[in-house]
């Protein structure tokens, strides 16, 4: 068509022009300027449009609400230039990560936002997990001091609301509880805190918060069937298939539970994402009736 138009010289019609010049003014209104990825103004455009179709299908949809942990700090001690390439860097995962059908958006600072239709629970978190693995191997090349990593906070509808203000409230809750219980081991990498005991003292309602918190944080992700396990080197190698994992620790498949040790340091091997070092502790055991042993472990820092 456009050779078409370009051999009668009617590229040249003022028409045509003033049609490029919008296409482009759209295309910039929707677009954030720094990352390239879709702006606030197109995501609450979408949010909506996509509720409405997730109705009428009986189709889940998840969102997900992200920031960068301790971007402040990145900021303060080497500029906003590399601020900026630190965002860049983390729109980059992103769209590296998501699936073709998915969106992805940045709604203001370090804050960003995906949309995954017909995305249940398991899937969300799993696909979370591999995009914050994939930007903490991509920030490394910064040589920054300066930890950087990804916080999120996840909402499915219908089980979380079907409005698109109780999914943000929902995602936000749960995005800031995962920054206040993450803590900062050793080695720079992030892996989440021990889960909350009630202490004494506590009221009934606050320790029903606390309940709560520690209900989704271990909310589990079947591995079973898949590549996910462990290996640990206690003076001999070994690894264990990974049953299932939470945002609070893993279970695995142990042979012979007696050889495991109570504390244990271990990578963690995940489907399509990269090996991750974590502290265990053992937590409990249960027999499977031949097959090996179940056994729980919690995530130390």
């Known amino acids: 068509m456009i050779d078409v138009l370009e051999n009668m010289n009617l590229l040249r019609v003022p028409i045509f022009v003033e049609y490029e010049e919008f296409r482009k003014l759209r295309v910039s209104a929707a677009t954030d300027a720094l990352t390239g990825l879709y702006n606030r103004r197109l995501f609450e455009e979408t949010f909506q449009k996509e509720l409405s179709r997730s109705k009428r299908s009986r189709q889940p949809l998840a969102l997900v609400m992200l920031d960068l942990h301790r971007f402040k700090e990145v900021n303060d ?49 799993a696909l979370s997990w591999r995009l914050r693995a994939r930007y903490e191997a991509v920030v490394k090349g910064l040589h920054i ?46 892996v989440p805190s021990l889960m909350i005991r009630e202490g004494p003292g506590k009221s009934p309602s606050e320790r029903g918060e606390a309940q709560s918190r520690d209900k989704r944080k271990w909310e589990r992700v079947p591995m079973a069937g898949t590549s996910a396990h462990i290996v640990w080197d206690e003076g001999v190698p070994a690894t264990a298939p990974v049953l299932d994992v939470s945002f609070g620790g893993v279970a695995l498949l142990v042979a012979k539970p007696e050889a495991f040790p109570p504390l244990v340091h271990a990578v963690l091997h995940m489907p399509i994402q990269l090996p991750v070092s974590v502290n265990l502790r053992k937590l409990n055991e249960q027999p499977l009736h031949g097959d090996g042993t179940r056994v729980g472990c919690v995530f130390l820092a």
Do not use: W
């Open 145 to 190: 001091e300066v930890p950087l990593s990804l916080d999120f906070g996840i909402a499915v509808s219908p089980d979380d609301g079907e409005q698109r203000e109780n999914m943000i409230r929902v995602a936000d809750t749960r995005l800031y509880e995962m920054k206040k219980e993450a803590l900062l081991p050793a080695d720079g990498g992030l």
């Open 77 to 125: 001690r080497y500029g906003h230039p590399q601020g900026d390439h630190a965002l860049r860097l983390a729109a980059a995962a992103a769209r590296d990560t998501v699936r073709a059908s998915d969106y992805t958006f940045r709604i203001g600072g370090d804050e960003f936002a995906i949309l995954l239709p017909q995305c249940d629970r398991a899937q969300c978190t």
